[in-house]
């Protein structure tokens, strides 16, 4: 049993990993192309959107879908229960928002809202469509069809917005993108999946699931509220402009960071929920997810902080350069919110998510604070208050963890201190080599700061003979090999 469950986590992260990767190098070219075709105001307008998309795509799941992956036996009654309720729940809220977007068109006096958002809002009731097949899919540990499909639908949604960029669709080519992803995911979601919607409406077991799943929702919205809140005010206090440099700075971070923890979460969930009775073997496996993610995401993270102003320059061009000093303060938030994300797995494993929702509520009092402070200042104030919220995030997380697992504050310092100290070295070296070669052709620093990093990075690993390095490769081998 555990052989079978380790070659089948090992199999899913290495299709999630593959699909995560692509999926970036994808998106990364996408947004780069559209980048160049539009300008900083319409992904303003976009970001202004995405609070609301991001708020109401957490009810239309109600964390329902968490239930379902740890749940013994979900039957098919379980699952039409829940679709039924997520399709109803995404219509009503399709049609509250499409009528309230005038109000927020005068609110922010951009009339291109209300143009947009009856388009956009039907993300709800695409989305509503996969959620159940996707979570089958994810319970069969099937993460190579799922990493297929995502892949594909990526596609389809990347050259749909390069399209409609070059035919001149200004901010419609973002819309575009983001139904394109949602709809194709959906079709090939119910072409691949093997539920048909089979079963009925069980008020009963729609209710036993019921406390579950909307303490995860409470805690979900809090956290969706809290992770866009501040583009809002971006966007009233500033303008839409600086809203959009501001966001292409959040946009260009996310793209490894959440790669890897989506490609880590959504493996380490239901593996983890399988092994949860198994004290010991859950705390180390819980170290060595966060020993490895620390490895990769740390230099990676504080590596694109270093390289900024080239890596603009090379891949957006001059105009966007304004997102540069806020590109090199938001990056460093990929340190640690990848680690943030495995402790709050841990925790929907073993509690019964009344404390996930205290957490998030003692959380958000701390970021309200912090944005009180931060949002009359200046934007860059924002994004160090935004990055400081990682590490508060990622220590109140784990302090919480040690009521479920053996793993002590002291063996996690000691798993995460050693490559956190070589990527600071690194740093350094990136930046003294970036300060001599400013005369260089910005291709040309890129590059050379790139190999730089990497260099001092796995000499430095390799020389300190580091835990991490060991468990990276043989991860690595062991994908490679099954």
């Known amino acids: 049993m555990k052989s079978r469950l380790i070659d089948q986590v090992a199999t899913g992260v290495a299709w999630s990993v593959a699909e995560k990767v692509c999926s970036m190098l994808l998106q990364m070219v996408v947004s780069i192309v559209v980048a160049r075709l539009l300008v ?16 109401a795509l957490v009810v239309v799941d109600s964390g329902f879908s ?4 740890r749940k013994k036996e979900p039957t098919n009654d379980d699952y039409k229960s829940v679709f039924a309720f997520n399709m109803a729940v995404s219509l009503v809220l399709y049609l509250l928002l499409t009528a309230l977007s005038p109000l927020l068109a005068r609110y922010y006096d951009l009339v291109v809202i209300s143009e947009i958002a009856p388009v956009l809002f039907l993300l709800l009731p695409l989305n509503a469509l996969g959620i159940i097949q996707n979570t089958k899919l994810s319970r069969e540990f099937r993460f190579g069809v799922l990493s297929r499909i995502n892949f594909l639908a990526s596609l389809a949604a990347g050259v749909t917005a390069i399209v409609v960029a070059v035919c001149g669709g200004g901010v419609w080519a973002l819309v575009a993108q983001r139904l394109m992803v949602m709809g194709v995911k959906a079709l090939l979601l119910w072409w691949r999946g093997d539920w048909r919607g089979e079963g009925s409406f069980n008020g009963a077991a729609w209710r036993e699931m019921a406390p579950f799943s909307f303490r995860l929702m409470s ?13 809002l005010f971006i966007g009233k206090v500033y303008s839409a402009d600086t809203l959009g440099y501001f966001n292409q700075a959040q946009k260009i971070k996310d793209l490894p960071v959440q790669s890897a923890v989506l490609s880590v979460q959504s493996v380490t969930y239901p593996a983890l929920a399988k092994i949860k009775d198994d004290t010991a073997k859950f705390a180390e496996s819980f170290r060595k997810v966060l020993l490895i993610n620390i490895f990769v995401m740390a230099p990676v993270s504080v590596g694109m902080s270093a390289v900024a102003e080239p890596l603009f320059r090379v891949l957006l061009g001059e105009k966007w350069l304004p997102t540069v000093p806020y590109f090199e303060i938001i990056a460093l938030a990929g340190v640690f919110y990848p680690l943030s994300m495995v402790a709050y797995n841990v925790l929907k494993v073993h509690s019964n998510g009344s ?6 509520l003692l959380k958000k009092a701390i970021m309200t604070a912090v944005l009180a402070l931060t949002i009359p200042y200046s934007t860059m104030a924002i994004a160090y208050g935004l990055v400081a919220m990682t590490l508060v995030e990622f220590i109140v997380n784990f302090a919480a963890t040690r009521h479920y697992t053996a793993l002590s504050w ?4 000691c798993t995460l201190l050693p490559s ?17 070669s400013g005369d260089f052709a910005p291709i040309w620093q890129l590059l050379l700061q790139i190999a730089t990093g990497v260099i001092i990075y796995a000499l430095g690993a390799w020389i300190c003979r580091l835990e991490a390095l060991k468990e990276f490769v043989s991860t690595i081998t062991g994908v490679l090999k099954r």
Do not use: H, S
């Not at 968490?66 to 992956?69: I, K, R, S, V, Y």
């Not at 404390?355 to 998030?360: G, Y």
């Not at 002291?410 to 310092?413: A, E, S």
């Not at 956190?420 to 001599?436: H, I, Q």
């Open 420 to 436: 956190l100290l070589l990527t600071v070295v690194m740093y350094a070296a990136v930046k003294a080599v970036g300060y001599y």
């Open 410 to 413: 002291w063996q996690m310092i």
């Open 219 to 231: 805690t979900d919205i809090v956290a969706a509220v809290y992770n866009n809140v501040a583009q």
């Open 66 to 69: 968490q239930t379902l992956l």
């Open 40 to 55: 900083p105001e319409d992904f303003g307008v976009m970001a202004i959107l995405t609070f609301f998309t991001a708020v």
């Open 355 to 360: 404390i996930i929702f205290r957490l998030e």
